[in-house]
């Protein structure tokens, strides 16, 4: 730390995104990136865009904001695009908590709410899991603060159904919650109908997962006009230009084939499963996953011994040190090819160490 960093910060402790190695070529199944890349229409329509480069990309995101909302069934005015979702969840802990409206999230959730919270020196409550990973809905009555809750949850891949959230957004008149549905489109119910019926309900998305675009850095909120205004006032006032005129084209390309996305989904589904049937079949334990990642844990093998040894047979996984998930590891499903290396790979790990499944 220089001495010229302000105390404010001494305390921060940044997020620690996923390992990218460059030492060699791995089986990258850490960062839950999609296993496809965008369809090909999105990198023609990019590359178009940089030819304009000398010029600043539309501060509305007007094109690309219409056609959301055409296809989300959502109004303009509903919406607000981001630099990535991530953009966004620290806009909504800028707008919706202070010195006295707390922020509260699950012990055991996506890691940036508790850096947004410490970067925007806003008091945070968080809420234990139940002891089988999930989230208790009645926990979360009157809460008492601004309320975030991943949905499906991350890294447990958990989802709680509609129902269960529309019981915290009732319950919560006085609070925003905030939804964030980074892998919703990967077999969960999602809420984004419900910002016309909850006016306290932010939903957020990313277009990094269910639509190959992780590398472009595009997310939204949805909700009622009022709220996305407030927001917008803070993008305004931090960077009007947050969307490049590259990843605007291709956002656009990118729901033009929407079928192909959905598609992508349905395929990684299915290898989700079938790889959860292999693991299971090797001794696993796993988490109900609606996500494109499992959350899984083995009787015989620590969380991170089998990370490392996976690790050395040039696979990465995400493995975490909290307490109460350290023995678990986090899978991205990646190819159908992919993930037959991986349960091939984990066999022989499990045999050379004499590790019963
Ligand atoms: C990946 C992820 C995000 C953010 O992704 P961006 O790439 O910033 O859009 C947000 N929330 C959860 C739970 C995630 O897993």
Known sequence: MSRFFSEKYAELEPYVPGEQPKDQQYIKLNTNENAFPPHPSVAKAAAEAAASLHLYPDPECGELRKKLAETLGLKAEELMLTNGSDDMLNFAFMAFCDEHIQAVFPDITYGFYQVFAKLNQVPYREIPLKEDLTVDPAEYRNAAGTIFLA???????IALSREQIEEILQTNPYNV??????????????????????????????????????????GFGAANPEIIRDLET????????????????????????????RKNCETIMKTREAARRSLEKLGFEITDSRTNFLFARHPGIGGEKLYRKLKEKGILVRHFGAERIREYNRITIGTEEQM?????????????????A
Request: net charge negative; glycine share 8%; charged share 25%.
């Open 151 to 157: 949905n499906p949850n991350a890294p447990t891949g």
């Open 177 to 218: 919650v905030v939804v964030d549905e980074a892998y919703v489109d990967f077999g969960a119910d999602s809420c984004l109908k419900l910002v016309r019926k909850y006016d306290n309900l932010l939903v957020v998305r990313t277009f990094s997962k269910s639509r190959s675009l992780a590398g472009g850095r595009l």
């Open 234 to 261: 803070l993008r305004y006032s931090t960077n009007p230009y947050n969307i490049d005129r590259m990843t605007m084209a291709a956002g656009i390309a990118c729901l033009e084939h929407d079928d192909y996305n």
């Open 340 to 356: 037959e290396a991986l349960a091939e790979t984990i066999g022989t790990i499990l045999r050379d160490g004499g590790i019963q």
